[in-house]
C-alpha cells in the first residue's frame, strides 16, 4: 500500500535550469509535507516541508507547492546546481495524530550535469 | 551543528544471531526514532520513542525488535534473531518536538548472512 508516490525513479537536469520533483499521496489524512535529500552513504537531510492549510512555502532556490484536491506536492529547484544531485524522498505525516511517524516515497535520483 | 551520530557503521551477522545497532541522539531532543531502507526500496518507519516508552510501532517492528534507551545519551534497537530479510540501512533519528523535521544519522548497513 504505497501512501506515498514518487513515480519517477531518476531525473536528469541541467545546471541553471529548474529541477520539478512530483510526489501523489492516497491518504487524505496526512497534513504535513516535507522533502529530504540524501546523499550516498549519509542519512536523509531536511529540506522543506509544507502544512496542509498552505499551498506553497519557498526556502532560497527550493519551493513545494501543495495541491491539495489533487493529492499531489512538488520541490521546485531554482537554479538547479550539481551539489543538489542526490535523492529526495517526499515524505507525509498526519501531524495531529503521529509522533514523527512520517510515510516515505521511494525517491527520486536528480543529477544536475554542469 | 550538532549531527545524530549511529555505530557501527556497516554490520555483518550470522542469521539467527542477536545485534545491537547503536545511535546517539542530538542531545536536547526528546523525541527517537528508527527507520530502514532496504536496498532498493523505500525508507521505512520503525517505532517512535518519548519519554522511555515507545510511542507508535509499524507492523515492521515485531516481538523481535526492541528498543532501549539505557542512559542519557544512547538510544539503541536490538534485533533478538535476526533474519536475512532484516538485512538493510538502519537509520536513527531525533528531533525536539513530534513536527516530522527529523534529523537522521548517517545509517548502520545491517548484513545478515
Known amino acids: 500500500d504505497q501512501q506515498v508516490k514518487q513515480n519517477s525513479p531518476s531525473l536528469s537536469v541541467q545546471e541553471g535550469r529548474i529541477s520539478i520533483l512530483n510526489c501523489d499521496y492516497t491518504?487524505?489524512?496526512?497534513?504535513?509535507f516535507l522533502w529530504y535529500k540524501k546523499y550516498p552513504a549519509e542519512g536523509p537531510t531536511f529540506l522543506i516541508s509544507?502544512?496542509?492549510?498552505?499551498d506553497k512555502n519557498e526556502d532560497g532556490r527550493f519551493t513545494v507547492f501543495l495541491n491539495k484536491s489533487a493529492k499531489h506536492l512538488s520541490l521546485h529547484i531554482v537554479p538547479s546546481q550539481p551539489g543538489d544531485s542526490a535523492v529526495y524522498f517526499c515524505a507525509a505525516t498526519n501531524y495531529g495524530g503521529s509522533q514523527g511517524n512520517l510515510i516515505f516515497g521511494k525517491g527520486t535520483k536528480l543529477s544536475v550535469k554542469p | 551543528e550538532p549531527e545524530v551520530t549511529q555505530t557501527p557503521s556497516h554490520q555483518v551477522t550470522q542469521m539467527g544471531q542477536e545485534v545491537i545497532l547503536r545511535c546517539v541522539p542530538i542531545s536536547n531532543h526528546l523525541y527517537f526514532y528508527w527507520y530502514r531502507q532496504i536496498l532498493g526500496q523505500k525508507v521505512e518507519f520503525l517505532v517512535s520513542f518519548y519519554n522511555n516508552e515507545i510511542s507508535e510501532k509499524s507492523e515492521i517492528f515485531d516481538d523481535q525488535f526492541s528498543v532501549e534507551r539505557p542512559d542519557g545519551s544512547n538510544f539503541t534497537l536490538k534485533i533478538r534473531s535476526t533474519k536475512l530479510e532484516d538485512s538493510a540501512m538502519y537509520f536513527c533519528?531525533?528531533?525536539?518536538?513530534?513536527?516530522?523535521?527529523?534529523?537522521f544519522g548517517p545509517g548502520t548497513r545491517l548484513t545478515v548472512l
Open positions: 509544507i502544512s496542509s492549510i498552505k
Open positions: 533519528a531525533s528531533s525536539e518536538s513530534p513536527s516530522g523535521r527529523l534529523h
Open positions: 491518504n487524505s489524512m496526512f497534513d504535513y
